[in-house]
């Protein structure tokens, strides 16, 4: 039977699967203890899906990033004016892939996961309250038992 943590993570894994195909940045599950995790992704999760439209500029931190990540130099220039320069072309021309009206890929794999997450909760929690009902009553029963030899009736 699966316990609240192999629920959790499962649901946090198939999050992490859907978006991570998105940025070359991996979102990371951390588990604080059995009942507690966190998913951390991209701060520039919905840029990496979606694209950038014209008119702002990404940050300049994360072009640097993305240069170095990437291995690219333009001729003449140093890391940060690669950076500087690529990102004043996003500023002005967009990305390839830009979709007007994107969605967010973490809500969109928040839903695709919720409601088998749900079910799964569910689940366990009903054998679980179940199996703990049953222990309570055999000691219950059990203690009755003791009591009623004391007594003839």
């Known amino acids: 039977m699966k316990n609240f943590r192999d629920i959790a993570r ?15 940045v991996k979102s990371q599950i951390i588990e ?3 009942e507690s995790f966190s998913l ?3 701060d520039h999760l919905f840029y990496a899906k979606n694209g950038r439209g ?8 994360a072009m640097l990033e993305f240069i170095k990540s990437k291995n690219i130099l333009f001729d003449g220039l140093d890391s940060r004016g690669t950076a500087f320069a690529i990102q ?12 007007p009206n994107g969605t967010d890929p973490l809500t969109d794999a928040v839903n695709k996961y919720q409601r088998k997450y749900e079910e799964d909760l569910n689940d366990f929690i009903t054998v679980d309250m179940n199996e703990r009902l ?12 003791e009591l ?6």
């Open 88 to 99: 004043q072309s996003i500023k002005k021309k967009g990305t390839k892939n830009f979709k």
């Open 148 to 153: 009623l030899r004391n007594y003839k009736l």
């Open 54 to 61: 014209p008119g702002k500029a990404p940050p300049l931190d």
């Open 10 to 24: 499962k649901f946090l894994e198939g999050i992490k699967g859907d978006t991570d195909k998105y940025t070359s």
């Open 32 to 34: 604080h203890n059995p």
């Open 134 to 145: 049953n222990q309570e009553m055999k000691e219950f029963w059990a203690k009755e038992k």
């Open 40 to 42: 951390f992704t991209a």
